[in-house]
């Protein structure tokens, strides 16, 4: 079997990858005003029911208030009483500064408001996952690959997974909400079908199986917004909650289409999943104690996969504990829980991506191979030249227009020529453009956006408008009647070398076709946020990346429809972080079904290790303006779907993991404690672990982050992988992909798993003496059994980063047979918490109860650079001196048929950076399901400051389990 590639990124000398209040709500008797706040208490104390935790709370808000508990209830927003404890009400600032002295809280923070992310793209994914090899599907009775193949079948192990979205509601109505053949809802389901406006208890079913709603659109909202979403129905009034569900696990509908336009069928990820609805925003934002709410029921009703395409400003970086979305995400992975989210849209800017804390699965936006053509065809010889929009053109196809720049019908009164070259409100002459098509310019400088000129065009008596546009060349913007087409500035030339050449230059502008092929595809796209994480640089994000850009799926009734259509469209056509995420999470769900017992951390490995990192046209993949993508774009590659169902290996993290790095990061014990209820026995943030986030690049993560890395030195990580392939007996070797001037080494180079040897330790160190230049080196580790194939090239140079695309773009079939994984607990996560600076009782708060022994010792706590020893599956380690070694440990766990297999590893690594894997052979047997490797990084040949990218791959021969790395020096 075959073991993906890790990816790495070495930031070379320190290159560093570059909160808010309350605002005031109404008076309190003339006093001092008010807002939500929200008080996090960290896990539920065992043995503490929910009745008992809501009276806590409210005798805790009584104490402060000091009134009765009448009072304590009528400020009380939300409470949190299943999986984690804490509460959100309406206090002042003095009252949120006494709760936060209480003992038992960990934090409390102004409810913050986070926003949206806002057919054929599994088509795409199936189609690049082509190569894939079925050795071992043919030794098997029916194989979790064969199976994918009919995976909308109700007989299929899918359709008892639950994949849970915290969205914008749904509108049940939908034709992919149609429960027609699927078996009885699953008997551990705990949820409700909540009442509301437009919405009965009835409009649930057997695939919409639970839906909620919380104060979107009230108290925690007003202050923000002179509109008002009444928020009191699970309906979706914005249809951003319906295109997403419907992506993850919405039935297959034929004939579908967006007023024709990609029609064909459209269906989820997960056909066969059951969906339950989490209303927690309105068109005007997500409350961060409504997220944490949506959390807090989606653990307790029972779901599978939860599913987030919402975050906060990628300018707004909170601590872990301030941040609703990795407080609950951190809580539903100790459940065993996997949470999928975005990375965000604040791209192509580096240092963008959110969601970034370890536990969470963050997913880039790619484009599939689909295209939405509209042509400028010019007078004379009819020369058409290329675009892309969508629009329902009903101009005639002979060019007779009268075609005029905007430069050309510059009003008088302006002196800015190049303000109206980008045609800006005010700046052109109604009377020069009227029956005319403008052609503007539209840029990052622009004043406003594009749908706001192509208004002023209108209203001033235009016929259409060209819009030069080479930002999100990929996403189709909907003009629908009115007639726009986007070209970039290279074909801009021909049209201004045309109206250069004739007095009178006529055009007109054709109706939007659909053209599929479409090469290249994936590319990174434009608006997709980028690494490396501000928060945890030694964590490489995002993790992988999905089909994100014009993604066709089901969506709300509008008012607006192109003439002659009598009747709105059951679906749209959508882009962002918010499409690419409900694509991993249908893929997450699949593999979850084929394998019940797998925890978080084994899926995100099988999906991040079998990612791939090429093209349609077999070439590397590329971001929007045509660079080669890196690992900061689409961390591992572009989900692979069929390869995720088999990887081989995978990188498994625990508990304790993640409470490691939390040690890492700079939590003490205390706060640990608090965060994580209870520490395993002995857990401490020891003086080496504490607050050093150098050591979080151990964490056992399919990818690899090292920063910081001295040319003088190495650093060395490790990483542990677990067979969990079909056969047990499986022997892996590695291969290195690294840029010239890094030296990467992986010990041991090669892994011999059996019956009794499932999981395998390796070490990767890396070296950057040679290093020509300061910043960002990326390359690949690949463990290859030889009987499958991993997506790698060998040319350093044209490797995407796992900063771009984490681990790789997800692949849903290779994902439920991903051969290792690599697993957290709960104490893994406490001791991520002592790292990242929690003290023990703050952690203990969290957590509500800690394992025997637990504490952030003077060695764990605040040191952030032990979370790259988090047992995640890819590897990120920040501030690597070039005289130094960086060294981190991973553990894999078989997961494979074969109890008895032998994974070597394969490291790729960009010149100058040394990566040493110890061991080399991983030998699992029937007695042996987990093994340990360490990977160390020495950039002393590194010839450069930043970062430096490339993965270390297990293979049994039968399975490839990739994790990537980035080291920053």
């Known amino acids: 079997m075959w073991l993906p590639l890790i990816c790495f990124v070495l930031a070379l000398l320190f290159a560093g990858a570059s909160g808010g209040g309350a605002a005031a709500g109404g008076g309190n008797g003339g006093g001092e005003l008010h807002g939500v706040y929200v008080v996090y208490m960290g896990a539920v104390p065992p043995r503490t029911s929910p009745n008992i935790l809501q009276e806590t709370h409210l005798r805790l808000i009584g104490a402060v208030l000091k009134r009765g508990q009448p009072a304590a209830e009528s400020v009380v927003v939300q409470q949190y009483k299943h999986a984690f404890s804490g509460f959100a009400a309406r206090l002042s600032a003095t009252e949120a500064a006494a709760l936060r002295r209480k003992p038992g809280v960990v934090s409390v923070f102004a409810d913050p408001v986070y926003h949206l992310h806002t057919t054929r793209s599994w088509d795409f994914l199936q189609q690049q996952t082509a190569v894939v090899k079925t050795d071992s599907a043919r030794r098997r009775r029916r194989s979790p690959r064969a199976a994918a193949a009919s995976a909308s079948s109700t007989s299929s192990p899918m359709a008892d997974t639950i994949i849970g979205l915290l969205d914008s509601g749904v509108w049940p109505e939908s034709p992919s909400f149609d429960d027609a053949g699927l078996r009885p809802v699953p008997t551990r389901w705990k949820g409700v079908c909540m009442a509301g406006d437009n919405f009965n208890s009835s409009s649930c079913n057997r695939k919409l199986i639970g839906a909620r709603y919380y104060d979107v659109g009230g108290e925690a909202m007003k202050r923000r917004s002179s509109a008002r979403s009444s928020g009191s129905s699970p309906r979706d009034e914005a249809g951003h909650g319906t295109h997403t569900s419907s992506t993850a696990a919405g039935n297959a509908v034929t004939g579908a289409s967006y007023y024709g336009l990609a029609a064909g069928t459209a269906k989820g990820g997960s056909a066969s999943s059951r969906v339950a609805m989490y209303r927690v925003c309105s068109e005007e934002g997500c409350a961060g104690s409504a997220i944490l709410a949506g959390f807090d029921d989606a653990i307790a009703d029972g779901v599978d996969v939860i599913s987030v395409s919402l975050g906060a400003s990628p300018y707004f970086r909170p601590d872990f504990s301030d941040d609703p979305i990795a407080i609950g995400s951190f809580h539903a992975v100790a459940k065993g829980v996997m949470v999928v989210c975005s990375a965000g849209n604040a791209g192509p800017d580096a240092a963008t991506v959110v969601n970034a804390a370890p536990w969470i699965l963050t997913v880039a936006a790619s484009t599939i191979d689909r295209y939405f ?17 969508i629009n329902f053109s009903n101009l ?8 005029i720049t905007g430069e050309s019908a510059k009003s008088s009164s302006v002196s800015d020529t190049e303000s109206a070259s980008h045609c800006e409100p005010g700046t052109l002459d109604a009377s020069k453009i009227k029956g005319k098509i403008v052609l503007c310019h539209h840029s990052r400088n622009s004043d406003t956006s594009k749908t706001e000129k192509i208004e002023e065009l209108k209203s001033a008596g235009a016929v259409g408008s060209v819009l030069v546009n080479d930002l999100e060349k990929a996403v189709a913007t909907a003009y629908i009647d009115f007639p726009v087409t986007e070209i970039t500035s290279a074909a801009a030339a021909d049209i201004h070398k045309y109206i250069a ?9 054709t109706p939007t076709i659909t053209v599929t092929e479409y090469k290249p595809a994936p590319v990174v796209a434009y608006f997709s946020s980028r690494g490396p994480s501000a928060q945890t640089p030694n964590i490489l ?3 992988v990346a999905a089909p994100g850009v014009n993604i066709l799926a089901s969506w709300i009734p509008t008012s607006t429809l192109p003439a ?7 679906f749209n056509l959508v882009s962002g972080t918010s499409m690419a995420c409900p694509h991993v999470a249908g893929v997450a769900a699949t593999i979850k079904a084929w394998n019940p017992t797998w925890s978080p951390a084994a899926i995100r490995s099988s999906i991040m290790t079998t990612a791939t990192q090429l093209n349609n046209d077999k070439a590397p993949v590329t971001t929007d303006s045509g660079s080669l993508a890196t690992p900061y774009d689409h961390g591992a590659g572009q989900v692979n779907p069929t390869a995720a169902l088999d990887a081989g290996l995978v990188y498994e993290l625990g508990d304790e993991d993640y409470l490691q790095f939390l040690c890492n990061y700079g939590y003490d014990a205390s706060q640990i404690k608090l965060i994580a209820a209870s520490l395993p026995g002995g857990f401490s943030c020891g003086a080496g672990n504490a607050s050093n986030k150098d050591l979080i690049s151990g964490l056992n993560y399919p990818s690899i982050s090292v920063t910081g890395l001295d040319k003088a030195g190495t650093r060395t990580v490790n990483r ?13 070797t590695v291969a290195v992909t690294a840029p010239a001037g890094l030296d990467v080494k992986v010990v041991p180079s090669k892994l011999e798993f059996t019956k009794s040897v499932k999981k395998l330790g390796f070490q990767v160190s890396f070296s950057g003496k040679n290093a020509a230049a300061k910043g960002d080196l990326s390359g690949s580790i690949t463990w290859s059994d030889g009987k499958h194939t991993a997506p790698v090239t060998t040319d350093s140079g044209s490797l995407a980063t796992p900063y771009d695309h984490g681990a790789g773009q997800v692949n849903p079939t290779a994902a439920l047979d991903a051969g290792l994984v690599y697993e957290l607990g709960d104490e893994d996560y406490l001791q991520f918490l002592c790292n990242y600076g929690y003290d023990a009782s703050q952690i203990k708060l969290i957590a509500a109860s800690l394992p025997g022994g637990f504490s952030c010792g003077a060695g764990n706590a605040s040191n952030k650079d032990l979370i790259s020893g988090l047992n995640y599956p890819s590897i990120s380690v920040t501030g690597l001196d070039k005289a130094g070694t960086r060294t981190v440990n991973r553990v894999v766990t078989n997961v494979g048929a074969q109890q008895e297999a032998s994974y070597t590893v394969a490291v790729t690594a960009p010149a100058g950076l040394d990566v040493k894997v110890v061991p080399s052979k991983l030998e699992f047997t029937k007695s042996v399901k987990k093994l340990g490797f360490q990977v160390s990084f020495s950039g002393k040949n590194a010839a450069a400051k930043g970062d430096l990218s490339g993965s270390i791959t297990w293979s049994d021969g039968k399975h490839t389990v990739r994790s990537p790395f980035v080291v920053t020096f």
């Open 396 to 403: 005639n196809k002979t060019p007779k227009y009268p075609l």
């Open 720 to 732: 542990v992988v677990t067979n969990v392939g079909a056969q047990q007996e499986a022997s892996y």
């Open 541 to 543: 994000k995002p993790d």
């Open 373 to 389: 053509q509209s042509d400028v065809v010019l007078g004379g010889n009819n020369t058409a030249v290329k675009g892309g929009a």
């Open 564 to 570: 002659g259509e009598e009747k709105p469209s059951q």
């Open 501 to 509: 050449s004739t007095s009178e230059p006529v055009a007109t502008i």
